[in-house]
């Protein structure tokens, strides 16, 4: 949009689209500490209360492209205010359920949220002058990782000081503002294609995504060779064939195959699915080990609070190293960026891997976790949405979310098959599961580095309705 034609601030477009994707990442992680407190609650089970993190997984996996797709189509703001008061409903009924099933429901109403991310990509695109999107994808990519570290961080305060419901209240009074905002704050979509959505393969990617996550995300409790894992792997190996050939026969495509086999694209969502395993592994398994009491031989016996305040420092790290990757880019390359990002977060596992017994050596990880992190996920967003007309920009980094969630629960099913590998008498896992947990996600990270030389140095950028030509 010209800049002098706009009515609407820049600055407060961006706030907008910033608060959005912040609340909905929170809600990826605010419950993870708390699923103790919610079996009393809920009045069930440890192994039926992990389906509030599954289902909220599924639903945000399936939704998180097609609501791109859809605002691509028929205009990102309308749909982004959709998808915040999803969102603000699920918060509704989540807050107010006193059983299982209601809050199963209310979590997979909340996916739908999902959809923030790839439509806030996608105006930015819309909206900003072509030297700033870099930048400003960029930290918008970082704040939904930001999200992902602070809801371990809020919840025990929370909790604490306002009750357990709160954790739904909370999101749902902002999601509500940040809804109504949008609406008057962020200008309609200035172009629209006018098409239909496809609908077959939508269906069809959601079956196939949906027998992926749930088989990674259950192989840990029913075992990676148990007919149920391996039902649910061959069925997305079959649907997920389907689904391609429903793609190349569609009118409108949901996914465009031939955008995902552009160079920077398919490297960049390698990248995302190597580093998303590391994140997600982290985030949901460093808490495990410093509230794990000390008389086991390891860990700090901290409560829910105290083992968000340890994982603070890489929330801060990564908003701040988030904020400058653009910056540092425009001067080494986004490519050398996430090579660097990856080796620093791969260095910092690897420290947690062998240096566990203080507390300061679990915040010097976890800042430099969030420095590694912070840069991979500013550059890379910049990278995919460059590399893609404007008209597929919210599919594109929608997928490339996707992909980041999809590695997020293979890295934390296969950490949680190493850390429960061997437990004690009490049930515990050995510290030795950790340390080898920890190890395998800097190898990880160094393969994400390898995937990252795979990146091109110049990425072609396309212009609306004219050919592709080529950004430094």
């Known amino acids: ?25 929170l809600m990826q992680s605010l ?10 609650v809920l009045h069930t089970t440890q192994g039926n209360v992990t389906w509030v993190l599954t289902a909220y997984l599924l ?16 205009g990102k703001r309308g749909v982004l205010v959709c998808t915040l008061l999803a969102l603000s409903v699920g918060s509704l009924l989540a807050a107010t359920a006193t059983n299982i099933t209601v809050m199963i429901i209310a979590r ?19 909206e900003f002058p072509e030297d700033r999107v870099a930048g400003a994808v960029g930290l918008i990519a970082s704040l939904s990782a930001v999200g992902g570290g602070l809801g371990i961080v809020l919840a025990g305060p929370i909790v604490d000081y306002l009750g357990y419901r ?3 209240w909370l999101p749902m009074i902002a999601t509500i503002a940040a809804a109504a905002a949008a609406h008057f704050l962020v200008p309609p979509s200035p172009a629209r294609s006018g098409a239909t959505v496809s609908w077959l393969p939508a269906v069809l990617l959601s079956a196939w995504l949906v027998c992926l996550l749930l088989a990674m995300n259950q192989a840990p409790a029913w075992g990676w060779a148990s007919p149920s894992v391996i039902g649910l792997l061959v069925g997305a190996l079959a649907v997920g064939g389907a689904w391609i050939a429903a793609e190349r026969r569609a009118a409108t495509p949901l ?9 920077s694209v398919w490297t960049g969502n390698l990248v995302a699915l190597l580093t998303g395993a590391a994140m997600y592994a982290v985030f949901a398994f460093l808490p495990q080990f410093v509230q794990t009491p000390p008389s086991t031989g390891y860990g700090f016996g901290a409560s829910i609070a105290e083992s968000g305040l340890l994982l603070l420092p890489a929330s801060i790290t990564m908003f701040a190293s988030g904020a400058f990757a653009g ?30 017994e203080h507390t300061w050596q679990i915040y010097l990880s976890s800042a430099l976790i969030g420095v590694g992190l912070g840069l991979v996920f500013a550059a890379i967003s910049g990278l995919v949405v460059a590399a893609v007309p404007p008209s597929q920009t919210g599919v594109a980094s929608g997928m490339n979310a996707n992909i980041r969630t999809i590695g997020g629960s293979i890295g934390a099913a296969l950490m949680a098959s190493v850390v ?8 515990l896992p050995e510290k030795s599961g950790y340390t080898l947990g920890f190890a395998a996600m800097a190898v990880v990270l160094v393969l994400a580095a390898v995937a990252a030389l795979l990146i091109p140095e110049a990425t072609p950028r396309h212009a609306p309705g004219g050919s592709a030509r080529v950004a430094g």
């Open 1 to 25: 949009m010209d800049p002098r034609t706009r009515r609407i601030p820049l600055n407060a477009t961006y706030a907008v689209l910033a608060a959005s994707v912040v609340v909905f990442t």
């Open 31 to 40: 419950l993870t500490p708390v699923l103790a407190t919610m079996v009393t």
């Open 59 to 74: 639903s945000a996996s399936v939704f998180t492209p097609i609501m791109g797709r859809v605002g691509d189509l028929v």
């Open 108 to 126: 997979v109403i909340q996916g739908v949220g999902g959809g923030a991310l790839p439509l806030a990509f996608g105006i930015v695109r819309d």
């Open 166 to 168: 709160w954790l739904f």
């Open 255 to 263: 996914i465009d195959l031939q955008m995902l086999r552009l160079h």
């Open 327 to 356: 910056r540092l880019a425009s001067i080494i390359g986004a490519k050398r960026i996430v090579v660097l990002g990856c080796l620093i977060g791969g260095a910092s596992m690897a420290l947690l891997a062998v240096a566990h």
């Open 420 to 427: 429960t590998s061997q437990l004690m008498p009490d049930g």
